[in-house]
């Protein structure tokens, strides 16, 4: 079992900057085969994928609105995937959540991945 706590959201002005932190908590993390996202959900509507990065590559795939804003990355030695988002739009606004899943092929589908997080929220004001 594995568990993943969201922190880091808020409220920030149009243009703002947030960084938000993904904690992985679990024995059976696999570095070599798991793969970390972060999807978000506005009110009334789907949750998106917004990014991703396989662990052991490193490899890093964007939603195409987010793609030079938002920056994901990883530690190692600490399990955590953040988040960087950096010029903020009212869009940008949802609950955001971290996820995991083992041999993810599709890296934007939700159903890929078997743990989530609490999700944590970003509110962007214009």
Do not use: H
């Amino acid at each position: 079992q594995l568990r993943l706590v969201e922190s880091g959201g808020g409220l920030v002005q149009v243009g703002g900057s947030l960084r938000l932190n993904c904690e992985v908590f679990g024995r059976t993390f696999n570095r070599y085969r798991n793969t970390v996202g972060w999807f978000r959900q506005a009110p009334g509507k789907e949750r998106e994928f917004v990014a991703s990065i396989r662990w052991e590559s490193g490899t890093t795939a964007y939603e195409d609105s987010v793609k030079g804003r938002f920056t994901i990355s990883r530690d190692n030695a600490k399990l955590t995937a953040d988040l960087q988002m950096n010029s903020l739009k009212p869009e940008d606004t949802a609950t955001y959540f971290c996820a995991t899943g083992r041999n993810v092929i599709s890296t934007p589908v939700s159903a890929e991945y078997d743990y989530w997080g609490q999700g944590t929220q970003v509110t962007v004001s214009s």
